[in-house]
């Protein structure tokens, strides 16, 4: 029997506390506002607030060991108090509820629920009132239980397991599938534990899987959706002993990730922040609801507001900037609308960015830029944009030997610098390291007059760093801990230059978590920029960052025909758009169909902001030869500039239909008509009884329609 502690609702989302009688557990039940008499579940076992597992506790049983860390005996000791709920007038709602543990220490469970966002955040910690340390080899940042909580018993063959898988070039694939096929089902006594732990090991944090799982209970039309925030090695766990299901996740445990922390006595660790939603929907929506919990956060220049376009000169010289290159470009682009121009890797260099490894001293090269950078800058400026600069700054190169051989300043693995192929890493916690790229960046960034930074980081450290001084340290927690300085230098950076706009790039997309997010303006999608399916991948991110966020580029090509334009730019539709190429690509009639593209994109500026996607075409299998078609439906979102517009987003692939059918519902009601279009002669578009007919459609097509 479960005795109800609170009930709570913000927006369109409910939170329950329930306590297990029998085992005095505490959980915590997410379902949508208005769902709340529909919860039956009560026949498993309570999923506590917090899991946790510290050294000396007895693992638990189960077949668990290497497996799972989950319901350790540190968990069986965990003594609930009751939630206590505060209001604020800012709309914001907290949820407390503390948890102790009888030896001296005690966790505190936090749930954040706001109106300025569509999902919940969860806050965990541990404080250590006892006179010893305790060392933790597992705590979660979220867990939630009793799922689903619409149903009782096995619920057979209705739950849905939605993870993005992710690798280079080719980010966020869905990968959608029934509990059932992962082995997800309780034992025939129930005794053994069942659990399907994945995650990403090392510094990038989108690699192989993206920080993100949802569960669809497909009879109540219910999906729940959770992301960790922290950018080194992160676990989630799907777990099931009994007739109910358990999500939970944080930094990557003992087993998993090879972390371990002590509290020592006085102190406290937080966990890192999770965020959380439940929606009436499907993964789409619920993985929107997550990722647009970053937008209570951003802090960015007034001039962001219209999403500018970018110019960037990578595709251009492909790693080899000078001062030729980028003014010949500049004039070549000033009359296209853009509004910022990058200059790219290499400026440092006199080879091309791929064979180079010239990292850590930073000084332009005065080969190719005769003059420096500040000239440069101010032809920029001078043309009405703003300038930017690319960054690698937390490696050292082994072409500059004075960083590459500086042991003292760089990451240690058994008493070794850790190298990968031609980088070493800086030691983010070292305060001298700090002060130094202090001088290199920020000075550089600010004598230079630099409006834009794009910071490329582009290797993984691994399993985990040693710690200067402190050998009992894990490798786990040592990772952690660099991260986390990498990123409180981004935000000296922030406070030391305001105005600077950050890109986040990790060959492409390997950093794409709410911890960065809120650090940079915009990040870059992928490293797929002139891939076919560019804009398959760009749609995948509408379930991990806000499009807004999301550099997309369309790469212009002498030798390309003028037609495939469309199709750039309307992947480029898909985010913000950002062009580069063949300085001299940008004229006659590209031009033209690049005017006519960046009129639509202004156009479609707040609702590619404020909006809710849904995705339209048959399923894809290959990405390398894709085939059929894709469209993305954006309908923009109540109460703002894009209210009651729809922008639609065509693309066709290989064996394309001549025809498309696509269904706008209610977003083409009240009178919809079609106020722009963006297409190649020979499309034709029409709106009729709420469906959106596009023919005339051949391969590899790009259609754009404003509604």
Known sequence: MRTMLQQVTVGETTAIYRRDDESGTVELLLVPAGRTTDVTRDDCAAEPLVQAKIVGDDYPFGFSQGRTMRNSQTVTRMEFGRPRVFADDDGTTTVTTRIDDPRGWHYEHVLTMTTKSPAVEIHTSVVNDSAEAVTFEMLSSFTLGSISPFATGLDAENLTLHRLRSTWSAEGRLLSQPVEDLQLEPSWQRFSANSVRFGSVGSFPVREW??????????????????????????????????????????????????????????????????????????????????????????????????PIIFNEFCSTWGVPTEKSVLEQLDAVK????????????????????????????????????????????????????????????????????????????????GLPITSGNRRWWDMRNPEVRDYLAHKVIDMLRDNGFDYM??????????????????????????????????????????????????????????????????????????????????????????MILPRQSQIWAVVRDDDPADKLYYQICSGLLGRLCFSGDANAFSGEKNDIINDGVALYHAAAPIIDYGESAWHGPAMRSYNHPRGWQAIVRRGEAGTSADGRVLVVLHTFHDAPNTVEIPLGDAASNGAAIADEFHRNGVDVTLADGTLTIGGLRDFDGVAVLL
């Open 210 to 307: 993206v920080p993100f799982v949802g569960l669809t209970d497909g009879r109540a039309g219910v999906t729940w959706a959770a992301a960790t925030t922290h950018a080194s090695s992160w676990q989630i766990e799907v777990y099931r002993r009994d007739d109910g299901l358990s999500l939970s996740g944080g930094i990557a445990d003992r087993e998993f990730g090879q972390w371990k922390h002590t509290v020592r006595p006085g102190e406290r660790f937080d966990a890192p922040k999770a965020v959380v939603a439940v929606v009436a929907g499907g993964v789409d929506e619920a993985a929107q609801a997550v990722a647009a919990n970053v937008r209570q956060y951003l802090d960015v220049p007034e001039s962001e507001n219209h999403l």
């Open 454 to 543: 794009k910071v490329d980081y582009n290797d993984t450290i691994g399993i985990g760093c040693e710690t200067p001084g402190q050998p009992e340290m894990s490798l786990g927690e040592g990772l952690y801990d660099q991260v986390q300085a990498s990123q409180d230098f981004f935000r000296r950076i922030r406070e030391e230059l305001p105005d600077l706009m950050i890109e986040i790039c990790a060959s492409g997309g390997h950093r794409l978590v709410q911890s960065f997010m809120e650090i940079g303006a915009m990040a870059s999608f992928s490293d797929a920029h002139e891939c076919d399916y560019i804009p398959v991948v760009a749609a995948n991110m509408h379930r």
């Open 335 to 414: 009359a296209l609308g853009v509004e910022y121009f990058v200059i790219d890797a290499g400026w440092f260099d006199d080879a091309a960015f791929e064979s180079a490894s010239r990292f850590g001293k930073w000084e332009v090269s005065p080969a190719a830029f005769p003059h420096g950078l500040k000239p440069v800058v101010d032809a920029i400026h001078d043309a009405g944009l703003k300038a930017g600069i690319w960054f690698e700054f937390e490696v050292a190169g082994r072409q500059e030997p004075d960083c590459f051989n500086k042991t003292a300043w760089l990451l240690k693995r058994d």
